[in-house]
């Protein structure tokens, strides 16, 4: 079933689809575009072509409908009040970061705030009927379009109307006569100009009418009535209709400024300020032209390039202009577009990186810094961040909390890639030839090359249209498991004892037994969720060795055998792996809080593994950990943990848990149910969570880090235990502790003896030598003198200092000996030969340290009165003075 179908079905009965009361209230008229035969609404009875074929398409453009002038925050303003005068709550935007989707890494409609997965199905939660949110939306497939066409971004701010028809909200009438109202009456715009186009909307499994409202082809919003279910040959009406009116605030503010692009009206003074540092005379009557141009040919070409050439003829502009006017400004509105959106994004938790949802993140600030840097542009980052936020907390104040976290990370990140030039220039002189869109996602996913790079290098002229596209597609979406089908069907759903009063021994009626699966009645064997292993025990004698859920159903499995179905067994819970298992989970729960407040608001958990005797848990973070950090964090845990802070459990209904504490519970990842099990350790940590917890954290008794590493780009692992574990780790590194500086102070010991005896030998020189020249043969002080000509030692009192000086002394004294001094130093033997003058002439020192060495296995040499030599062999130590002495005595 495709949009035109249902689009031909719907306008050929507009009574029933498209007509409300507005219409026959004001006169409005449905007419058939003469160009392109579309359907719209208009009281103008000379208006014969729809907005996107009409002649006055984008004529706003320096020449604005409204006699007020709006920017970006004030119209927000203008919208929010008009709302609320209508019976309508203001809401307050969700995170950009879709916490709560498991298929969105980022929100990119106001509907999503309140749409919630569970299973196949969307469900809607609205905090309040009928709302209106000013919500950021990201979106990144049409990146190579911002700063270029005057108005597409990187994320805007879509005003979202929304409504669910019953008591309090209303349908279709209501919906078209408060958009008419807002652009009439609230923004002044006349009632000529407002056209209403019928179009159709679809996604999801349900489609709808649409009312698309233009004022001078400029969409302004769009109103979509979803009222289907199924498809156009089998639907029913939905049980739930809602009405998802979406507009741009940004398109709000441009059609009340009339400035050639929604660029300059919506991101504040950083535009105007930036354009003046670049010098640019900002011409406005060819800016206006040259926009105008660009934005009408845009409806009618697809292809970018091509609206910019006929752009560039029609408004009349040279060559020089284009270098000098056109190109600096498209990169100014794309810096300050990129930079808000990053805002945004690391504001909300996410982070640059190459996976997942980071990756665009990661584009976008390259993008940024190669712009910048192709352009010659020096601006200053933080000052370009600085004014936007003190811009944007007008509407989004929760900003200005994390205004230094984006400094942080946008510097780090800034960092990397600027490391990564060299690396990123050596790929690309390798490269042959143009590379194709396929090439350009590998040399990104690849090796971090960006088209803007590649631009940059003159590499290429211009991105491929497609290439966003394509990289957006690749990572939008999150892959969601799938688990192993077992035969349940027809079983009711197991009642959950851990979540009652926990007995830990029970008794329970075998529902299915199959292979080595059994299903229980009910069961208070905690089943492997949320990072937490699943109990152990003993059920009818058999070892329970694993415990999953399917859907609400527990599923046992046992290693020996199985109980019959239909038998009552009893039960047993191994309570020592519970009680190690639940140390752990609640120890994470006090990390996870522990490392944001010490290192950033991006830290959230990204996963976590919780077992009986150690747990991980891996956080966002953009960099490994350092040492302090890890003694910090630690810190921090284990003072939470001395503070014997209670761990409360509370139920709420998921709507008022994510209102109350915002979207910071999901932690663990969405909750597929309507209800949501809150877990507080007192503020300092609040979670959606279905573990098994302690009392207060003083049962936890002490947390111990015992590893970190960065395991991908973004996320850092922590390995820790907690409890008892904890304590028997640091036992057991005490221990190790104590062992190792005892034989660091016995070794200590011995080193300082070493030395004494050494400075004693020293000084015994002059004795020695006094004593030692008289003797003919014999020992003094374990100097061996053989023949009256050959002195030698090898014991370890003496060191090398010592036969240095030793041996040059009584050559000096005795010109017809040779001293031969051994000795072990640093695990090897080492040789000092001194020859005396008569004797060297025949015994030269330098053959006798070659033989010497040769004999403890390694080489030596010098000249006939000193020579130095050794080797590994310490067996060899006297076969070598052997040699010595018979090579001198012979
Ligand atoms: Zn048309
Ligand atoms: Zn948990």
Redesign the pocket.
Known sequence: MGKKEILEKFSADPDRYYKVKLFDEKGFERKSCATCHRYFWTVDEKRTNCPDHSDDTYSFIGNPPTKKRFDYTQAWKEVESFFVKNGHTSVNRYPVVCRWRDDLYFTIASIVDFQRVMGSKVVFEFPANPLVVPQTCLRFKDLENVGVTGKHFSSFCMIGQHSIPNDHGYWKDKCVDLDYRLVTEQFGIDKNEVVFVEDVWEGGGSFGSSLEFFVKGLELGNAVFTEFQGDLSSYKTLDQKIIDMGAGLERFAWITMGTPTAYDCCFGPITSNLIQQTGIDANSELLVRYFTEIAKNLERFGDLSEVRKTAIKSAGISEEQIKKIITPLEGIYMIVDHVRTLIFAISDGALPSNVGGGYNLRIMLRRIISTMDRLGLKFDMNEIIDTQIDYLKKTYPELEKTRNDVKTIIEIESGRYENSKERMQKIVSKLKQKPTVDDLIRLYESDGVTPDYLKEMKVISEIPSTFYTKLSELHQSKKVEKQEHLPLEGLPETELLYYENDPREFDAKVLKSFDKYVVLDRTSFYARG???EPDHGKIAGFDVVDVNKHGNIIVHELKGGIPKEGTTVSCVVDSKRRDGVTKH?TS??ILNSSSRSVLGSWVWQHS?FKEEDHARLDITHHSALTDEEVAKIEEVANAKVKENIPVTIQNFDRGTAEQKYGFRIY??GIVPVKSVRI?SIGDFDI?A?G?THVKSTKDVNLIKITRTKRIQDGVVRLEFVAGKAAQEYIEKYEAELKKASSEQAAKEQRDKLREERKEKAREKIPTILEQILQAGEGRVDEIVVSGGRFYSTTDDQYDEYFHINFGERLVKDNPWAVYCGIFEEKGTVRAIIHAGEEVSKAKKAGDIAKAVSQILGGSGGGNPRFAQGGGPDKSKKDDAINKAKSMVLE
Request: proline content about 0%; glycine content about 30%.
């Open positions: 949320g990072g937490q989970h994470t729960h976590a932690q663990g877990v979670e969570c573990g």
